[in-house]
């Protein structure tokens, strides 16, 4: 079955640093999706994709994070300066065609230092 | 704003107990439910999910949830719970074409 995956299981950076998380979505799917969850709260959107840009993107969000569709494959997340506040679990998630479920990819734990 | 809410944050129950866990949605129109289960240190797996036709529904590992639409709630169910049940579980909802978005989760501890 195919499954959405991400890279790397887990990445500790020092604050100030510049991350980039990947993600490669089910092959066949259009819509893609960040998410993040701090330890022991819940899952919040940050954004999602669609035809080669944002179509919505949460609070968040803001200026330090960017996402990319470098090639047909990977999904990309970057955080530009990361902060302390940063440290979370990273779930990249996608989807066919609307009305349908989001696969979730296995996370990717960043540790901000 | 459209929102998610989980009512219980933690449910302790003894195997063989019967589980319900609430889940109400903001807003009416057209929604797309979900349960996602979170077992320790696993990512999100998908439960159940409704989109449209029999309010009940079923889904993996003996669970299911009833969409009422007029409570605006999707609550899930499981008739007698295991202790491979403990896990956190995330009810969502998209509104339309629009984006999920999650409740804060209710952590599930079963008692051997």
């Known amino acids: 079955e195919p499954e959405v995956t991400q890279t790397p299981s887990h990445q500790v950076t020092q604050m100030g640093q510049e991350v980039i998380l990947r993600c490669v979505p089910i092959?066949?799917?259009?819509?893609f999706y960040w998410y993040r969850q701090i330890l022991g709260q819940k899952v919040e959107f940050l954004v999602s994709?669609?035809?080669?840009?944002?179509?919505?993107k949460s609070e968040i969000f803001d200026d330090q994070f960017s996402v990319e569709r470098p090639d047909g494959s990977n999904f990309t997340l970057k955080i530009r300066s990361t902060k302390l506040e940063d440290s979370a679990m990273y779930f990249c998630?996608?989807?066919?065609?609307?009305?349908?479920?989001?696969?979730f990819g296995p996370g990717t734990r960043l540790t901000v230092l | 704003a459209q929102s998610v809410s989980q009512h219980n944050h933690h449910v302790i129950l003894s195997e063989a107990a019967s589980l319900e866990l609430g889940c109400n949605y903001s807003?009416?129109?057209?929604?797309?439910l979900f349960w996602y289960v979170q077992y320790p240190g696993q990512h999100l797996q998908l439960l159940l999910k409704?989109?449209?036709?029999?309010?009940l529904v079923k889904g993996i590992k003996g669970f299911e949830a009833e969409f009422i639409k007029s409570k605006f709630s999707f609550n899930l169910r499981k008739p007698s719970v295991q202790w491979s049940d403990t896990a956190e579980y995330f009810c969502?909802?998209?509104?339309?074409?629009?984006?999920?978005?999650f409740g804060a989760g209710t952590r599930l501890t079963v008692k051997p």
């Open positions: 092959s066949n799917h259009l819509y």
């Open positions: 994709f669609y035809n080669n840009e944002i179509s919505e």
């Open positions: 807003y009416g129109g057209t929604v797309n």
């Open positions: 998630a996608s989807r066919g065609l609307a009305p349908d479920t989001q696969y």
């Open positions: 409704y989109f449209s036709g029999d309010p």
């Open positions: 969502a909802v998209s509104w339309g074409n629009n984006d999920m978005r």
